[in-house]
């Protein structure tokens, strides 16, 4: 391994992300009540709440770092959250079958799961070496790093300056974007003493074993678990998210806002199918942190927002109950993402940095720029037929929902099928409005990298359609 | 629909999924190869791992030594923290690519600094290249127009710029102290 490491980076790598775990517990225990959470999502969801919850609080907390050090504020803001879950006595219920979702569970044999589990931990052992052999990628470093390392030079540190933020010698870095990645890559600066780009690398493959641990345990409630272990190592195959621009190991934000989109959606197509609180309080944490995570993120959690009020009102009109009698549990989907989003759109009002990459959304850029489209959408039907990008997913999906036209009645099933079409047709039709002076670049560039977001989703539409439909019968298509 | 049509178009899904899941089967064994091909290259051409490590491979693939050698060159030269810096290149000598990748490389090192990117249309610069970048022509204005009071240039030409003092940062960098 090529990683340069010292004992003392060591220890303060370790202690940065034993922090960041625990505050991720510490959030998950209060937010769940209800529902079973199995070991892996457990994992997987404290290292994506601990990373959105460290990142949030030095954004809100950055005017107090001159009186109290970002790394000692948190941690013992860590300690207390964890003190707190601890003395109410939130210990996560045990795993239980879910009701509602059991019947599609199945008896298999466990040397099959052991062997999966085994192939999938060669897979993530692979991707930490390849992380620790490569460096970040372009975006990985001058739009995300970059502001790390500002933050960590500021004084006081962790503060990043406004200053920045209207910089226009470095309008190139995006000030705009927001912050989850580069203040968790802070975060690992402030415990280890120094920037080290070498180490920064391990949190990416941390946000791909999240985006597995999460895939696992949402196919897991729909599917027995060999076949979830099945998706979960079809995931490692896709060869985008694996190694491209964009991949788990460059340091760009796609994969955790993969990881982050794809719990929003699937924990709320689990609450549409059940009705549980704890599952929008889930989605609606994961919505914000997609938010938080890219500007993409706000055209998911808008999507998660609108289409699960439009779902529970037509579930409240099929049971005959008043179209928002059910509202309660789903503002949860606006207010997450609106209390990370306001702040962050808040400070750049007065920033005046232009967006490089866009041009204002006016009607007359749309009549300017509407013959983009059809070279946009010939660009993504390529895109998607490429195996070396993403094998054959694209068509398999494709070709599922032809065959499974009728479970598509359950509304549920439609807003998940939704959650891969709308957005793709939006990150389709953005280009529209894209401001590089040649805009097929543009596309090119940021395009596939779109679609690794809704890449996780299509996987578990396609594994679960396929597996009904290979065992259905007369009854039940 | 008949008991045997029902029969008939369960065995044609069943036929079409088993297909489907086939072809999904065949595009993952692709997708496989194509990263385990990848991770050799990695192995292959592995970078350090060190605290610059990055910044470094995107300096050094462009010819334009390491983050040390820049940083170090800086502070012997004493650069102030707030002031305005011009990176110059003639577009005869440098690509587009590296041009860019390299000047935003040098404003990442240089922060607090703010770091202009000029691109001079030199006189060797062939028919088409000036607009590709896009480059200036008038050297003196361009850099004006950033309030730069000094130029980081790429390469060993000389400006039609009145420059005080030099500082060599490296083989491919030098420091003009325009003041």
Request: hydrophobic share 50%.
């Amino acid at each position: 391994m090529n990683a340069d490491i010292s004992g003392s980076d060591a220890t303060g790598l370790v202690l940065a992300l034993g922090l960041l775990l625990c505050l991720g517990r510490a959030i998950l225990a209060l937010s769940v009540r209800e529902i079973a959470l199995g070991r892996t999502e457990v994992w997987a969801l404290s290292f994506l709440l601990g990373a959105g919850g460290i990142s949030l609080l030095i954004f809100w907390l950055s005017p107090v770092f001159g009186i109290v050090p970002a790394r000692w504020l948190l941690s013992l803001i860590t300690v207390g959250l964890v003190l707190l879950a601890s003395a109410r006595g939130r210990r996560l219920p045990p795993r239980t079958n879910d009701a509602k979702l059991a019947s599609n569970r199945g008896v298999e044999p466990r040397w099959l799961q052991r062997a999966l589990s085994v192939a999938i931990g060669v897979q993530c052992a692979a991707l930490v070496l390849m992380a620790l052999q490569t460096s970040l990628g372009w975006d990985g470093l001058i739009n995300f790093e970059i502001k790390a390392r500002i933050a960590f030079a500021n004084r006081p540190s962790g503060r990043l300056p406004l200053a920045y933020l209207s910089d226009a010698s470095r309008a190139w870095s995006h000030p705009g974007y927001p912050l989850l990645v580069p203040l968790t890559e802070f975060w690992l600066y402030s415990w280890i003493g120094y920037a080290h780009q070498g180490l920064v690398k391990l949190l990416f493959p941390a946000f791909y074993l999240s985006l597995g641990g999460l895939f696992y345990g949402v196919s897991s409630r729909l599917m027995p678990k060999s076949h979830a272990l099945l998706g979960w190592f079809a995931l490692g195959l896709l060869p985008l998210p694996a190694i491209g621009p964009g991949a788990a190991i460059t340091g760009y934000a796609d994969v955790p806002l993969a990881a982050a989109g794809f719990g929003a959606i699937s924990f709320t197509y689990l609450a549409l199918r059940t009705g549980i609180r704890d599952y929008f309080v889930l989605a609606a944490l994961l919505s914000s942190l997609a938010v938080w995570t890219k500007r993409e993120g706000a055209l998911l959690a808008a999507y998660v927002l609108i289409a699960a009020v439009v779902a529970r009102a037509v579930q409240a009109r099929r049971e005959e109950r008043p179209p928002f009698a059910t509202a309660g549990t789903v503002w949860w989907l606006l207010a997450a993402p609106a209390i990370v989003a306001g702040p962050w759109a808040w400070l750049q009002r007065g920033s005046g940095v232009p967006d490089l990459d866009f041009s204002p959304v006016t009607l007359g850029t749309l009549s300017a720029n509407v013959s983009r489209l059809p070279i946009v959408v010939r660009f993504l039907a390529r895109e998607l037929v490429l195996p070396g990008h993403w094998g054959l997913l694209w068509p398999a999906f494709a070709m599922t929902l032809v065959l499974s036209t009728r479970r598509l009645r359950d509304v549920s099933e439609r807003f998940l099928l939704g959650a891969v079409l709308i957005p793709m047709g939006l990150y389709t039709s953005v280009f529209v409005f894209s401001a590089w002076p040649t805009f097929t670049d543009h596309v090119g560039t940021a395009l596939p990298r779109l679609l690794i977001s809704l890449a996780p989703v299509a996987l578990l539409v396609t594994i679960r359609h396929l597996r009904e439909c290979l065992v259905c019968d007369r009854t039940s298509i | 629909m008949p008991a045997t049509e029902d029969r008939r178009h369960v065995r044609r899904i069943k036929g079409v999924a088993a297909a489907t899941t086939v072809a999904l089967a065949v595009g993952f064994a692709w997708g496989e190869v194509t990263i385990v091909r990848q991770y050799q290259r990695f192995l292959r051409e592995g970078t350090a791992g060190g605290p610059s490590a990055t910044v470094d491979w995107f300096l050094q693939s462009a010819g334009m030594g390491t983050s040390e050698e820049l940083l170090n060159g800086v502070a012997l030269a004493r650069l102030p923290a707030d002031v305005d810096v011009a990176f110059v290149a003639p577009v005869s000598r440098i690509s587009r690519q590296d041009f860019w990748q390299t000047c935003y490389v040098s404003s990442y090192l240089l922060y607090p600094r703010r770091v202009w990117g000029v691109a001079w249309c030199d006189p060797g610069a062939e028919t088409g290249m000036c607009e590709t970048f896009p480059a200036a022509s008038d050297l003196v204005a361009a850099v004006s127009a950033h309030s730069a009071r000094y130029v980081l240039l790429v390469g060993d030409v000389e400006l039609p710029l009145t420059h005080v003092r030099t500082h060599r940062l490296s083989s491919s960098l030098t420091l003009l102290d325009l003041q």
